[in-house]
């Protein structure tokens, strides 16, 4: 019997696998502004509505004109919580006086930039480049984000791009100079970029519209091919990120149009996402596949699966047209297709190492130890699967992976903190979400519930 079908020998290995990256976890370290935000996360995992009020206060934080305006806001939006925590309720007596607000104000204010810079490695590539050598120091590779949601002028979109472009040169002239860390460089398929950016069509173009693919594709590939051509010059990875639904299929037709060209046939190195909370993923991931070990590039298609980041949006949109969601609606439907197209990549990639590279993408402690397992059992070697985490909220567990000698990679956001002010909250919504393993985690869930199946 296959051993990656035999489900008691899998579940084994999976709890093997989980229970050695837990001994790879660090020890935790406390900071006094950290628990603070640790606190306030865990409280708001059991009141939707403070959960609520903090995410508006984030929100509005970059738009408040004095410390004084800010804890105002927050006065009002903890107002609406019916049976506020203590601190809360100490918060909003002290916005009570103009003294009061001020000190308030400071303390937000702190608390904010604090929690942004969990997750974002710096306001731009330069002010981001000692913390890209930290990561690649402690083995840790990273992917480098730029902040910024949709381009809605062609004046948004000629910056973005020419961001990306700096992002690109600084970062490739950044990571010429660090040392060895053949872990990160090198797989079956050959050697790993170790500069990496990741990229959203959207910002590249205002003119993408599901009834009008042709006209933004068009607008888009004009300010995406001088960026493949930069990054196969300085040997860099691009990676396309997946955004929402809509915009799916313009996306994937307009990097295949690109990575047809003879031009690209040489390089770079590039990647795509595929979302497993959509239901038609296990087709679009084998489409994905198909084009890679058709196409006449001699670099592989890196293939990074997620769960997901924008389930609301997509719920709510159908919701609104009368139609049926595109994704699986509870979270273990979404988390068992996660697994099946794990097995399912990983598989291709062992297959066809000089066609597709497969990217892990989870802070779920089952869900990476059931990929790391199905590939051992199958005979694939650690040097074939990269795990990647989100900066900030996936830190120890990248850390754990890189301490089991396995590849890890941290994708991290770059931007000033109004840009990112979307990406915090939705990755908030990702730390509080109540059927999170994060949440579950900071709360002392046992490891075997940790690890039991979806």
Same mark, same amino acid.
């Given at each position: 019997?296959?051993?990656?079908?035999?489900?008691?020998?899998?579940?084994?290995?999976?709890?093997?696998?989980?229970?050695?990256?837990?001994?790879? !976890?660090?020890?935790?370290?406390?900071?006094?502004?950290?628990?603070?935000?640790?606190?306030?996360?865990?409280?708001?995992?059991?009141?939707?509505?403070?959960?609520?009020?903090?995410?508006?206060?984030?929100?509005?934080?970059?738009?408040?004109?004095?410390?004084?305006?800010?804890?105002?806001?927050?006065?009002?939006?903890?107002?609406?919580?019916?049976?506020?925590?203590?601190?809360?309720?100490?918060?909003?007596?002290?916005? =009570?006086?103009?003294?009061?607000?001020?000190?308030?104000?400071?303390?937000?204010?702190?608390?904010?930039?604090?929690?942004?810079?969990?997750?974002?490695?710096?306001?731009?590539?330069?002010?981001?480049?000692?913390?890209?050598?930290?990561?690649?120091?402690? =083995?840790?590779?990273?992917?480098?984000?730029?902040?910024?949601?949709?381009?809605?002028?062609?004046?948004?979109?000629?910056?973005?791009?020419?961001?990306?472009?700096?992002?690109?040169?600084?970062?490739?002239?950044?990571?010429?100079?660090?040392?060895?860390?053949?872990?990160?460089?090198?797989?079956?398929?050959?050697?790993?970029?170790?500069?990496?950016?990741?990229?959203?069509?959207?910002?590249?173009?205002?003119?993408?519209?599901?009834?009008?693919?042709?006209?933004?594709?068009?607008?888009?590939?004009?300010?995406?091919?001088?960026?493949?051509?930069?990054?196969?010059?300085?040997?860099?990875?691009?990676?396309?990120?997946?955004?929402?639904?809509?915009?799916?299929?313009?996306?994937?037709?307009?990097?295949?149009?690109?990575?047809?060209?003879?031009?690209?046939?040489?390089?770079?190195?590039?990647?795509?996402?595929?979302?497993?909370?959509?239901?038609?993923?296990?087709?679009?991931?084998?489409?994905?596949?198909?084009?890679?070990?058709?196409?006449?590039?001699?670099?592989?298609?890196?293939?990074?699966?997620?769960?997901?980041?924008?389930?609301?949006?997509?719920?709510?949109?159908?919701?609104?047209?009368?139609?049926?969601?595109?994704?699986?609606?509870?979270?273990?439907?979404?988390?068992?297709?996660?697994?099946?197209?794990?097995?399912?990549?990983?598989?291709?990639?062992?297959?066809?190492?000089?066609?597709?590279?497969?990217?892990?993408?989870?802070?779920?402690?089952?869900?990476?130890?059931?990929?790391?397992?199905?590939?051992?059992?199958?005979?694939?070697?650690?040097? =074939?699967?990269?795990?990647?985490?989100?900066? =900030?909220?996936?830190?120890?567990?990248?850390?754990?992976?890189?301490?089991?000698?396995?590849?890890?990679?941290?994708?991290?956001?770059?931007?000033?903190?109004?840009?990112?002010?979307? !990406?915090?909250?939705?990755?908030?919504?990702?730390?509080?979400?109540?059927?999170?393993?994060?949440?579950?985690?900071?709360?002392?869930?046992?490891?075997?519930?940790?690890?039991?199946?979806?």
């Amino acid at each position: 019997m296959n051993t990656t079908t035999d489900p008691a020998r899998l579940e084994r290995e999976i709890e093997a696998v989980g229970r050695d990256l837990v001994d790879h !976890y660090p020890s935790p370290v406390r900071h006094p502004i950290r628990a603070l935000d640790e606190r306030a996360i865990q409280l708001s995992t059991r009141d939707a509505a403070l959960r609520a009020a903090l995410f508006r206060l984030v929100d509005v934080s970059p738009a408040c004109r004095s410390l004084d305006d800010l804890a105002r806001h927050l006065a009002a939006f903890a107002g609406e919580v019916d049976q506020p925590a203590a601190p809360l309720g100490a918060a909003m007596r002290a916005a =009570g006086t103009r003294a009061g607000r001020v000190a308030l104000g400071a303390a937000v204010a702190g608390g904010v930039r604090h929690m942004a810079h969990r997750f974002i490695a710096g306001p731009d590539p330069q002010r981001a480049l000692g913390e890209l050598r930290r990561l690649w120091l402690a =083995g840790i590779a990273s992917s480098v984000d730029l902040l910024g949601e949709a381009a809605v002028t062609s004046a948004e979109a000629d910056h973005y791009a020419d961001r990306c472009r700096e992002a690109l040169e600084t970062t490739s002239a950044a990571a010429a100079r660090y040392p060895p860390r053949p872990v990160l460089e090198r797989d079956p398929a050959g050697a790993l970029p170790r500069a990496n950016l990741s990229v959203k069509v959207t910002a590249l173009t205002p003119l993408l519209r599901p009834d009008a693919p042709r006209r933004g594709a068009d607008d888009a590939a004009g300010r995406l091919r001088p960026l493949l051509c930069l990054a196969r010059d300085l040997d860099a990875h691009l990676h396309v990120d997946m955004e929402s639904f809509d915009t799916r299929e313009t996306t994937l037709e307009l990097l295949f149009a690109l990575l047809d060209e003879a031009e690209f046939r040489s390089g770079p190195s590039i990647g795509i996402v595929v979302q497993a909370y959509l239901r038609d993923s296990p087709a679009e991931l084998e489409r994905l596949v198909a084009w890679a070990e058709g196409s006449e590039r001699s670099s592989p298609l890196t293939v990074r699966l997620v769960k997901g980041a924008y389930w609301d949006h997509e719920v709510v949109e159908a919701g609104q047209h009368g139609w049926k969601p595109p994704v699986f609606e509870l979270k273990p439907e979404s988390d068992r297709n996660f697994e099946r197209l794990s097995h399912r990549l990983l598989e291709r990639a062992r297959e066809r190492p000089a066609s597709v590279r497969a990217a892990i993408a989870s802070h779920n402690l089952r869900s990476i130890a059931h990929a790391i397992a199905v590939h051992r059992l199958a005979g694939g070697d650690d040097a =074939g699967l990269e795990v990647q985490v989100l900066r =900030g909220l996936g830190d120890d567990l990248a850390v754990a992976l890189a301490g089991a000698g396995l590849r890890a990679r941290s994708y991290c956001p770059v931007g000033d903190l109004v840009a990112g002010m979307a !990406y915090l909250v939705r990755r908030l919504l990702e730390n509080t979400a109540n059927e999170s393993f994060l949440a579950d985690r900071a709360q002392g869930t046992p490891l075997d519930e940790l690890l039991a199946p979806p």
